[in-house]
């Protein structure tokens, strides 16, 4: 049996680095507010949440939310951390979408909940359904650690120019 290197054991108990398509430039404006790329639309608010991009793009994007310290007093998720997830991973990836120089807000969301989660990690997956020069809509499913829909949510951003 072999020890782990130093170097072995804490690649082994650090998460992995996002695999993010962001421009340069919004990484860039990311990094002068002081937020890192694994949380980078969520804010402070997304850091509260402990919400993780695992991936984004324009297309698809794909973060993780504990459901511990997100819990309403009977011990399940709260619906509005699963409508912030929403929120975020739609914004996310209509902004990537928008491009450089541009941004995107939540104008409309429509979050419906199916079932409880109550543990572990809940991971959201937003997909593009429209993307045009003013709007970007995005599709939001949230699934417990079983694979289980727990959460839909729709999500429409305007873009706007900075």
Known sequence: MTEATPTETAAAESPAEPVLDVPQDVLDHFAKLGV???TFS?????????????????DRVLGTMPVEGNQQ???LLHGGASAALAETLGSIGAMLHAGPGRYAVGVDLNVTHHRSATSGLVTGVATAVFKGRTAATYEIAIT??????ITSCRLTCALRDL
Do not use: Q
């Open 73 to 75: 007093p009977y011990g």
């Open 144 to 149: 417990d650690d079983t694979g289980r829909r």
């Open 42 to 58: 969520g804010g402070h608010l997304g850091d509260k949440l402990g919400i993780r991009i695992v991936e984004a793009s324009g």
């Open 36 to 38: 890192t790329a694994a």
